[in-house]
């Protein structure tokens, strides 16, 4: 092959990485794991790997606004994968169509619906809601980006004159009611209605978790000493976003556990405030969960921006995987400075918003996690027979995978096979499924020899009767030969008086 051609080929392979920078591959630069049900880490196959990213050159210049993003703050993907971005320092929102192609920008022009510092978004059939922290409101659009009205501090007095309303994120349900998180916003999550605007309550508080020493206090310190101590609040609702099913789930910070919760109409934590992230939390640390993207299947996806971990879960609470990571100077796709926020589309993919280095990357799931998830979600359905097949696919590319087996002895159990289904608990380090196998194993076999079984406990009963009665005889005779007379000998002053 002549030189000069070689030269031609090198220099077309390098243009082409120049211009699709998402189809270039190198090694992934973290490491995905998970943790069994004796919350044991263990490593995995990649369930997603970086695909490319978002933000550079994003807004044509013809649209008079800077072309990169700065500070994206949040996501959302509509039902037909159309793309909004906060893009909170540019002050505008950049809707992208299913291609991630450039189609307007939200919010930039002067007028009443210009946004100051935007934090949050949602977006219905009908409108876009937008987070306008700076402003102090929320400010409603139609889908085409035109103004149409605003939220602002509800006029009641059921709230306190210190409440700072600066709404940053949001979700809408059926009804038209906003679930609004705010700066500080301890209280949970503020509900007014679509009509004017009318305060509705707080919905998902924390709890201010139990503590015997600050309960003593209040028993014991007088009303002068219990304000000298520090005043403590419940962990703040970091974000929230609700599902079809109008499930509405939260992430929050400063809270020991329930950082993750999925509450119904009636606030109810359907997870039961479970512990999520790392296992082990730092000294001086916390668990900083920012936002939480739901699948069509239930499954969870949340970003924790102290680690920089991604943490996708089932729709129960239980961990699938976990991978990425802080940046720490690399600049590797994959890797983050300050994840911010999280979408998932109708594909799969996932879209992680980085606000220092202002882009979204983009993962896409690879075959192992497809085979995970519809294995899992089989398993979720009580449809165990058909995950087996799954669950055992699984396996073959990860023998390590707890759930795997956890799924294969649900099925096993369910058709009575217990030995195997012992077997496969065991390997998923689950007591309770290993002990409900264990003693119906006992009970099977109880029923396979109830005869010998009932003839050997009769057998038992009687001799043990028989030997009873030999020994109260055999101990009546020692007593009778250890005097050496009869019974009437034994009254010697009764036979002298006759």
């Known amino acids: 092959m002549p030189n000069w051609f070689r030269f031609v080929i090198a220099a077309v392979f390098i243009a082409g990485i120049g211009f699709q920078p998402a189809m270039v591959k190198a090694e992934i630069p973290y490491r995905t794991f998970s943790y069994d049900s004796g919350n044991g880490e263990f490593y995995v196959q990649p369930a997603y790997v970086p695909f490319g990213y978002i933000g550079l050159n994003l807004v044509p210049p013809e649209s008079g606004g800077p072309a990169n993003l700065n500070n994206p703050n949040d996501l959302f993907i509509d039902d037909t994968d159309n793309m909004y971005i906060v893009d909170t320092k540019n002050n505008r929102i950049v ?35 937008v987070a306008d922290t700076g402003n102090k409101r929320i400010a409603v659009y139609d889908r085409s980006g035109t103004f149409e009205r605003e939220y602002k501090r509800p006029d009641t007095t059921l709230l306190p004159k210190s409440f700072e309303f600066e709404p940053t994120k949001l979700t809408v349900d059926k009804r038209g009611f906003l679930f609004i998180t705010t700066n500080n916003g301890y209280q949970g999550l503020i509900v007014l209605d679509s009509e004017e605007g009318a305060f509705q309550g707080f919905f998902g508080a924390n709890r201010v978790p139990f503590n015997l020493i600050d309960y003593l206090k209040r028993k014991v310190y007088t009303e002068d000493q219990l304000k000298k101590e520090i005043k403590k609040l419940p962990g703040t609702v970091s974000n929230v976003m609700i599902d079809r099913d109008g499930l509405i789930y939260t992430t929050s910070i400063s809270v020991p556990n329930g950082h993750i919760k999925k509450l119904n109409f009636a606030g109810k934590d359907l997870l039961g405030e479970k512990v999520y992230g790392d296992r082990y939390v730092r000294i001086n640390e916390e668990t900083l969960f920012r936002d939480i993207a739901v699948d069509r299947s239930g499954n969870m996806t949340a970003i924790e921006a102290q680690s920089g971990y991604i943490y996708q879960y089932d729709s129960q609470g239980g961990l699938l995987f ?22 998932v589309d109708s594909k799969g993919n996932l879209y992680i918003a980085d606000r220092v280095s202002n882009l979204i990357q983009i993962f896409r799931q690879t075959e192992f996690a497809q085979l995970v998830h519809k294995a899992n ?40 096979d217990w030995q195997t289904a012992l077997k496969e608990y065991r390997l998923a380090k689950d007591v309770q499924g290993y002990s409900d196998s264990f003693w119906q194993i006992r009970v099977l076999w109880l029923q396979n020899n109830f005869g010998i079984v009932s003839t050997s406990i009769l057998v038992l009963i009687i001799l043990y009767y028989a030997g009873k009665k030999v020994w109260k005889n055999k101990k009546w005779r020692k007593g009778d030969g250890r005097t050496g007379h009869s019974p009437q000998a034994s009254h010697p002053n009764t036979s002298a008086s006759g």
């Open 95 to 129: 809707h992208l169509d299913a291609n991630r192609r450039y189609i307007r920008t939200i919010g930039a022009e002067a007028g009443p619906g210009q946004l100051k510092e935007p934090n949050g978004i949602y977006v219905n059939e009908s409108n876009v809601y």
């Open 322 to 343: 976990a991978f990425g990571g802080k940046n720490a100077g690399f600049n590797k796709l994959g890797l983050f400075d300050y994840p911010s926020s999280i979408a």
């Open 377 to 416: 979600e089989l398993f979720m359905l009580g449809k165990y027979e058909e995950s087996e097949g799954y669950w055992r696919e699984v396996l073959h590319l990860n023998s390590k995978y707890y759930k795997a087996h956890l799924g294969l002895a649900k099925s096993h159990y369910r058709k009575g």
